[in-house]
Protein backbone atom coordinates (compact mmCIF):
# COMPACT_ATOMS: atom_id res chain seq x y z
CA UNK A 1 0.00 0.00 0.00
CA UNK A 2 1.48 3.63 -0.94
CA UNK A 3 2.02 5.91 1.26
CA UNK A 4 -0.99 8.77 0.78
CA UNK A 5 -0.24 12.05 -0.30
CA UNK A 6 -2.42 15.13 0.03
CA UNK A 7 -2.01 18.64 -0.76
CA UNK A 8 -3.38 21.28 -3.13
CA UNK A 9 -0.96 19.98 -5.74
CA UNK A 10 -0.72 16.43 -5.37
CA UNK A 11 -2.85 13.66 -4.16
CA UNK A 12 -1.75 10.00 -4.70
CA UNK A 13 -1.26 7.02 -2.49
CA UNK A 14 -4.28 4.98 -0.70
CA UNK A 15 -6.23 7.95 0.40
CA UNK A 16 -8.20 6.90 3.68
CA UNK A 17 -10.96 9.63 4.54
CA UNK A 18 -10.84 8.73 8.24
CA UNK A 19 -7.45 9.63 8.57
CA UNK A 20 -7.43 12.94 6.81
CA UNK A 21 -10.56 14.11 9.06
CA UNK A 22 -8.14 13.35 12.33
CA UNK A 23 -5.10 14.89 10.50
CA UNK A 24 -6.97 18.26 9.08
CA UNK A 25 -9.19 18.74 11.91
CA UNK A 26 -12.65 18.67 9.78
CA UNK A 27 -15.91 17.23 11.28
CA UNK A 28 -17.62 14.44 9.93
CA UNK A 29 -21.09 15.13 8.46
CA UNK A 30 -23.59 13.60 10.56
CA UNK A 31 -27.70 14.11 10.64
CA UNK A 32 -28.76 16.90 8.08
CA UNK A 33 -32.04 18.15 7.47
CA UNK A 34 -33.78 16.54 4.54
CA UNK A 35 -33.73 19.11 2.06
CA UNK A 36 -29.92 17.94 1.90
CA UNK A 37 -30.75 14.21 2.56
CA UNK A 38 -32.52 14.17 -0.86
CA UNK A 39 -29.12 15.70 -2.84
CA UNK A 40 -27.28 12.24 -3.84
CA UNK A 41 -23.73 13.83 -2.85
CA UNK A 42 -25.12 14.38 0.90
CA UNK A 43 -26.99 11.07 0.95
CA UNK A 44 -24.59 8.47 -0.24
CA UNK A 45 -21.72 10.53 1.53
CA UNK A 46 -19.91 12.20 -1.18
CA UNK A 47 -19.23 15.10 1.01
CA UNK A 48 -17.97 13.74 3.93
CA UNK A 49 -16.74 16.47 6.36
CA UNK A 50 -17.41 19.96 6.94
CA UNK A 51 -16.09 22.86 8.93
CA UNK A 52 -18.98 25.31 10.72
CA UNK A 53 -21.70 24.31 8.46
CA UNK A 54 -24.17 25.05 11.29
CA UNK A 55 -24.18 28.67 10.09
CA UNK A 56 -25.41 28.01 6.29
CA UNK A 57 -28.14 25.30 7.87
CA UNK A 58 -28.97 27.91 10.52
CA UNK A 59 -29.46 30.18 7.10
CA UNK A 60 -31.90 27.67 5.15
CA UNK A 61 -33.90 26.80 7.74
CA UNK A 62 -34.41 30.92 8.51
CA UNK A 63 -34.36 31.95 5.30
CA UNK A 64 -31.61 34.33 5.44
CA UNK A 65 -29.03 35.57 2.83
CA UNK A 66 -25.50 33.32 2.46
CA UNK A 67 -22.92 32.69 -0.28
CA UNK A 68 -21.94 29.70 -2.12
CA UNK A 69 -17.85 30.65 -3.34
CA UNK A 70 -16.52 28.21 -5.52
CA UNK A 71 -13.33 29.16 -7.78
CA UNK A 72 -12.23 27.65 -11.33
CA UNK A 73 -9.00 26.98 -12.17
CA UNK A 74 -8.90 27.54 -16.04
CA UNK A 75 -6.96 24.25 -16.95
CA UNK A 76 -7.88 21.68 -19.33
CA UNK A 77 -11.01 20.17 -20.32
CA UNK A 78 -14.26 20.20 -17.85
CA UNK A 79 -14.63 16.63 -17.04
CA UNK A 80 -16.73 14.33 -14.76
CA UNK A 81 -15.01 14.80 -12.35
CA UNK A 82 -15.59 18.81 -12.10
CA UNK A 83 -19.46 17.83 -11.35
CA UNK A 84 -19.21 17.55 -8.16
CA UNK A 85 -18.72 20.95 -7.61
CA UNK A 86 -20.72 22.73 -10.26
CA UNK A 87 -23.77 20.10 -8.86
CA UNK A 88 -23.16 21.94 -5.49
CA UNK A 89 -23.48 25.07 -7.34
CA UNK A 90 -26.81 24.37 -8.63
CA UNK A 91 -28.06 22.99 -5.27
CA UNK A 92 -27.20 26.14 -2.98
CA UNK A 93 -28.60 28.23 -5.60
CA UNK A 94 -31.97 26.34 -5.48
CA UNK A 95 -31.95 27.17 -1.49
CA UNK A 96 -31.34 30.50 -2.29
CA UNK A 97 -27.54 31.18 -1.87
CA UNK A 98 -26.01 33.73 -4.04
CA UNK A 99 -23.37 32.13 -6.04
CA UNK A 100 -19.56 33.55 -6.63
CA UNK A 101 -17.72 32.07 -9.03
CA UNK A 102 -13.97 33.47 -9.36
CA UNK A 103 -12.11 32.31 -12.62
CA UNK A 104 -8.38 32.08 -10.94
CA UNK A 105 -6.69 33.68 -14.27
CA UNK A 106 -3.88 35.26 -11.89
CA UNK A 107 -3.35 31.94 -10.22
CA UNK A 108 -3.15 29.82 -13.42
CA UNK A 109 -0.72 33.10 -14.68
CA UNK A 110 1.56 33.07 -11.31
CA UNK A 111 1.42 29.10 -10.21
CA UNK A 112 1.13 27.34 -14.21
CA UNK A 113 2.58 30.11 -16.64
CA UNK A 114 -0.31 30.29 -18.31
CA UNK A 115 -1.60 33.34 -20.25
CA UNK A 116 -4.78 35.18 -19.03
CA UNK A 117 -5.81 35.11 -23.03
CA UNK A 118 -5.79 31.22 -22.53
CA UNK A 119 -7.83 31.09 -19.60
CA UNK A 120 -10.49 33.06 -20.96
CA UNK A 121 -11.13 30.87 -23.22
CA UNK A 122 -10.99 27.72 -21.12
CA UNK A 123 -13.21 29.36 -18.34
CA UNK A 124 -16.37 30.11 -21.64
CA UNK A 125 -16.26 26.27 -21.66
CA UNK A 126 -16.35 25.95 -18.01
CA UNK A 127 -19.10 27.95 -17.38
CA UNK A 128 -21.06 26.70 -20.70
CA UNK A 129 -21.04 23.24 -18.70
CA UNK A 130 -22.44 24.88 -15.65
CA UNK A 131 -25.26 26.73 -17.21
CA UNK A 132 -25.78 23.70 -18.93
CA UNK A 133 -25.72 21.46 -15.52
CA UNK A 134 -28.43 24.33 -15.07
CA UNK A 135 -26.90 26.84 -12.87
CA UNK A 136 -28.88 30.13 -13.59
CA UNK A 137 -25.87 32.69 -14.19
CA UNK A 138 -28.33 35.59 -13.86
CA UNK A 139 -28.12 34.95 -10.20
CA UNK A 140 -24.84 34.06 -9.98
CA UNK A 141 -21.92 36.66 -9.94
CA UNK A 142 -18.94 35.06 -12.29
CA UNK A 143 -15.49 36.85 -12.25
CA UNK A 144 -11.94 36.90 -12.77
CA UNK A 145 -9.11 37.30 -10.97
CA UNK A 146 -7.62 40.01 -13.08
CA UNK A 147 -10.47 41.97 -13.97
CA UNK A 148 -12.82 41.85 -10.84
CA UNK A 149 -15.84 44.22 -11.83
CA UNK A 150 -16.27 47.37 -13.67
CA UNK A 151 -17.66 48.89 -10.61
CA UNK A 152 -15.12 50.57 -9.34
CA UNK A 153 -15.97 50.83 -5.93
CA UNK A 154 -16.68 47.26 -5.69
CA UNK A 155 -13.32 46.16 -7.98
CA UNK A 156 -11.14 48.68 -4.80
CA UNK A 157 -12.78 46.59 -2.31
CA UNK A 158 -11.93 43.51 -3.48
CA UNK A 159 -8.25 44.31 -4.55
CA UNK A 160 -7.61 46.57 -1.15
CA UNK A 161 -8.96 43.72 0.71
CA UNK A 162 -5.93 41.62 -0.63
CA UNK A 163 -3.91 43.75 0.85
CA UNK A 164 -5.15 44.59 3.70
CA UNK A 165 -5.03 40.27 4.44
CA UNK A 166 -1.35 40.71 3.75
CA UNK A 167 -0.87 42.05 6.97
CA UNK A 168 -2.25 39.32 9.13
CA UNK A 169 -0.61 36.97 7.30
CA UNK A 170 3.09 35.27 8.21
CA UNK A 171 6.02 33.82 6.07
CA UNK A 172 5.91 30.65 8.16
CA UNK A 173 2.40 30.02 7.23
CA UNK A 174 2.67 30.32 3.67
CA UNK A 175 5.79 27.92 3.87
CA UNK A 176 3.82 25.64 5.48
CA UNK A 177 1.11 25.62 3.38
CA UNK A 178 2.89 26.30 0.06
CA UNK A 179 6.45 24.97 0.43
CA UNK A 180 8.64 26.36 -2.25
CA UNK A 181 7.07 30.24 -2.05
CA UNK A 182 7.88 32.80 -4.68
CA UNK A 183 6.12 36.48 -4.54
CA UNK A 184 3.53 34.97 -7.56
CA UNK A 185 2.45 32.31 -4.92
CA UNK A 186 1.81 34.66 -2.35
CA UNK A 187 0.05 37.21 -3.95
CA UNK A 188 -1.90 34.41 -5.38
CA UNK A 189 -2.97 33.13 -1.83
CA UNK A 190 -3.75 36.51 -0.79
CA UNK A 191 -5.80 36.69 -3.95
CA UNK A 192 -7.41 33.48 -3.15
CA UNK A 193 -8.31 34.78 0.35
CA UNK A 194 -9.67 37.78 -1.05
CA UNK A 195 -11.98 35.73 -3.22
CA UNK A 196 -13.25 33.68 -0.15
CA UNK A 197 -13.67 36.90 2.28
CA UNK A 198 -14.98 39.71 -0.15
CA UNK A 199 -18.97 38.47 -0.18
CA UNK A 200 -18.71 39.61 3.13
CA UNK A 201 -18.15 43.14 2.58
CA UNK A 202 -20.26 46.31 2.77
CA UNK A 203 -20.21 46.43 -1.00
CA UNK A 204 -21.07 42.99 -2.12
CA UNK A 205 -23.47 41.06 0.35
CA UNK A 206 -22.66 42.71 3.59
CA UNK A 207 -21.74 39.61 6.58
CA UNK A 208 -23.79 37.32 4.96
CA UNK A 209 -22.24 33.37 6.12
CA UNK A 210 -20.02 32.10 3.11
CA UNK A 211 -19.96 27.99 2.06
CA UNK A 212 -16.65 26.52 0.09
CA UNK A 213 -16.97 23.47 -1.59
CA UNK A 214 -13.61 21.89 -1.86
CA UNK A 215 -12.31 18.69 -2.19
CA UNK A 216 -10.35 17.80 0.92
CA UNK A 217 -7.05 18.13 -0.97
CA UNK A 218 -7.46 21.97 -1.08
CA UNK A 219 -8.09 22.40 2.37
CA UNK A 220 -5.02 24.16 3.17
CA UNK A 221 -6.12 27.28 1.62
CA UNK A 222 -9.16 27.19 3.58
CA UNK A 223 -7.47 27.41 6.33
CA UNK A 224 -4.50 29.71 6.19
CA UNK A 225 -8.12 32.55 4.75
CA UNK A 226 -10.10 30.86 8.16
CA UNK A 227 -6.96 32.19 9.88
CA UNK A 228 -6.33 35.44 8.35
CA UNK A 229 -9.53 36.01 8.43
CA UNK A 230 -10.23 36.24 12.36
CA UNK A 231 -7.17 38.29 13.08
CA UNK A 232 -7.86 41.30 11.11
CA UNK A 233 -10.33 43.86 13.20
CA UNK A 234 -11.65 46.11 10.25
CA UNK A 235 -13.26 44.52 8.38
CA UNK A 236 -14.86 41.85 10.66
CA UNK A 237 -15.66 38.43 8.96
CA UNK A 238 -17.81 35.54 9.83
CA UNK A 239 -15.58 32.53 10.00
CA UNK A 240 -15.99 30.90 6.67
CA UNK A 241 -17.97 27.18 6.24
CA UNK A 242 -16.74 24.90 3.97
CA UNK A 243 -17.56 21.38 2.82
CA UNK A 244 -15.19 17.98 1.54
CA UNK A 245 -16.03 15.75 -1.00
CA UNK A 246 -14.61 12.73 -2.23
CA UNK A 247 -12.27 12.59 -4.99
CA UNK A 248 -13.84 11.28 -8.09
CA UNK A 249 -11.34 8.52 -9.57
CA UNK A 250 -9.57 8.72 -12.93
CA UNK A 251 -10.31 6.01 -15.20
CA UNK A 252 -7.48 4.15 -14.00
CA UNK A 253 -7.97 4.41 -10.59
CA UNK A 254 -6.12 7.03 -9.04
CA UNK A 255 -6.96 10.93 -9.26
CA UNK A 256 -8.52 12.28 -12.37
CA UNK A 257 -5.87 14.61 -14.49
CA UNK A 258 -6.85 16.84 -16.82
CA UNK A 259 -3.25 16.20 -18.84
CA UNK A 260 -4.42 12.98 -19.74
CA UNK A 261 -7.23 12.16 -21.91
CA UNK A 262 -7.59 8.97 -20.92
CA UNK A 263 -8.07 9.35 -17.09
CA UNK A 264 -11.52 11.05 -17.59
CA UNK A 265 -14.93 11.71 -19.04
CA UNK A 266 -15.37 14.81 -20.98
CA UNK A 267 -18.85 16.13 -20.90
CA UNK A 268 -18.14 16.38 -24.84
CA UNK A 269 -17.11 12.97 -25.22
CA UNK A 270 -18.83 10.83 -27.99
CA UNK A 271 -20.33 7.82 -26.92
CA UNK A 272 -17.89 6.03 -28.83
CA UNK A 273 -15.22 7.50 -27.02
CA UNK A 274 -17.45 6.67 -23.56
CA UNK A 275 -17.49 3.15 -24.74
CA UNK A 276 -13.71 3.08 -25.69
CA UNK A 277 -12.81 4.48 -22.66
CA UNK A 278 -15.13 2.58 -20.13
CA UNK A 279 -14.13 -0.63 -21.77
CA UNK A 280 -9.93 0.18 -22.08
CA UNK A 281 -8.94 2.61 -19.43
CA UNK A 282 -12.20 2.10 -16.14
CA UNK A 283 -10.49 0.29 -13.31
CA UNK A 284 -12.27 -2.97 -12.30
CA UNK A 285 -13.16 -5.01 -9.19
CA UNK A 286 -14.14 -7.83 -10.63
CA UNK A 287 -11.40 -11.06 -10.65
CA UNK A 288 -9.06 -12.02 -13.36
CA UNK A 289 -11.32 -15.07 -14.90
CA UNK A 290 -15.32 -14.79 -15.06
CA UNK A 291 -15.34 -18.45 -12.97
CA UNK A 292 -13.00 -16.86 -10.35
CA UNK A 293 -15.47 -13.76 -10.56
CA UNK A 294 -18.88 -15.95 -10.58
CA UNK A 295 -16.75 -17.76 -7.32
CA UNK A 296 -15.28 -15.28 -5.26
CA UNK A 297 -17.60 -11.59 -7.28
CA UNK A 298 -16.30 -8.42 -7.26
CA UNK A 299 -14.94 -5.16 -4.60
CA UNK A 300 -17.93 -1.92 -5.98
CA UNK A 301 -15.04 -0.30 -3.49
CA UNK A 302 -12.88 0.39 -6.17
CA UNK A 303 -14.38 -0.38 -9.56
CA UNK A 304 -14.41 2.98 -11.09
CA UNK A 305 -18.16 1.65 -12.98
CA UNK A 306 -19.28 1.60 -9.85
CA UNK A 307 -18.00 4.43 -8.47
CA UNK A 308 -19.24 6.58 -11.64
CA UNK A 309 -22.86 5.01 -10.96
CA UNK A 310 -22.51 5.85 -7.00
CA UNK A 311 -21.79 9.57 -7.65
CA UNK A 312 -23.19 10.20 -10.42
CA UNK A 313 -25.18 8.07 -12.88
CA UNK A 314 -27.68 6.13 -11.22
CA UNK A 315 -30.09 8.11 -9.22
CA UNK A 316 -32.45 5.22 -7.80
CA UNK A 317 -31.00 3.92 -4.52
CA UNK A 318 -32.72 0.80 -4.90
CA UNK A 319 -31.11 0.09 -8.48
CA UNK A 320 -27.85 1.47 -6.92
CA UNK A 321 -28.06 -1.12 -4.15
CA UNK A 322 -29.20 -4.21 -6.13
CA UNK A 323 -26.16 -3.69 -8.76
CA UNK A 324 -23.82 -3.37 -5.40
CA UNK A 325 -25.22 -6.63 -4.40
CA UNK A 326 -24.78 -8.69 -7.35
CA UNK A 327 -21.61 -7.68 -8.31
CA UNK A 328 -20.15 -8.77 -4.78
CA UNK A 329 -21.76 -11.82 -5.17
CA UNK A 330 -20.37 -12.68 -8.30
CA UNK A 331 -23.87 -12.04 -10.37
CA UNK A 332 -22.71 -9.51 -12.03
CA UNK A 333 -19.97 -9.27 -14.53
CA UNK A 334 -17.25 -6.70 -15.00
CA UNK A 335 -18.42 -6.66 -18.30
CA UNK A 336 -22.25 -6.23 -17.46
CA UNK A 337 -21.41 -3.86 -15.14
CA UNK A 338 -19.39 -1.74 -17.42
CA UNK A 339 -22.22 -2.17 -20.29
CA UNK A 340 -24.92 -0.42 -18.13
CA UNK A 341 -22.42 2.58 -16.86
CA UNK A 342 -21.31 2.95 -20.50
CA UNK A 343 -25.28 3.31 -21.19
CA UNK A 344 -25.82 5.60 -18.11
CA UNK A 345 -23.41 7.92 -19.14
CA UNK A 346 -24.22 8.42 -22.02
CA UNK A 347 -28.07 8.74 -21.99
CA UNK A 348 -26.92 11.77 -19.54
CA UNK A 349 -24.40 13.15 -21.95
CA UNK A 350 -26.67 13.07 -24.76
CA UNK A 351 -28.75 15.74 -22.64
CA UNK A 352 -26.29 17.62 -21.25
CA UNK A 353 -24.89 18.26 -24.86
CA UNK A 354 -28.43 19.26 -26.07
CA UNK A 355 -28.52 21.86 -23.51
CA UNK A 356 -24.74 23.05 -23.83
CA UNK A 357 -25.56 24.04 -27.44
CA UNK A 358 -28.74 25.92 -26.30
CA UNK A 359 -26.83 27.83 -23.55
CA UNK A 360 -23.84 28.88 -25.81
CA UNK A 361 -26.02 32.24 -26.93
CA UNK A 362 -25.94 33.01 -23.31
CA UNK A 363 -23.12 32.56 -21.76
CA UNK A 364 -21.15 35.61 -23.77
CA UNK A 365 -23.37 38.00 -22.31
CA UNK A 366 -23.28 37.01 -18.38
CA UNK A 367 -19.52 36.02 -18.37
CA UNK A 368 -18.17 39.59 -19.07
CA UNK A 369 -21.85 41.28 -18.08
CA UNK A 370 -21.84 44.77 -16.07
CA UNK A 371 -21.01 44.42 -12.18
Do not use: C
Not at 329 to 335: I, Q
Amino acid sequence: MTKQVVTPWEVSGSIDYNKLIKEFGVSPLKELPEIFNKNILFRRKIIFAHRDIQRILEAVKNKKPFVMMTGLMPTGKFHIGHMILAQQMVFYQKLGARVYIAVADLEAYNARGQSLEDSKKIAEDYILSYASLGLDLKKADIYFQSNRSSDAKKSNAYYQLQNLLARYATFNEFKAVYGDITPGKMLSALLQASDMLHPQLKEFESQAPVIIPVGIDQDAHLRLARDISQRIKSPRFIQLSSTYHLFAPGLGGGKMSASDPNSFIALTDTPKEVEKKINKYAFSGGQPTIEEHRKLGGNPNIDVSFQYLKMFFESDDKKLAQIEKDYRSGKMLTGELKKYTIEKINDFLKEFQKKRELAKKDVEKFIYKEK
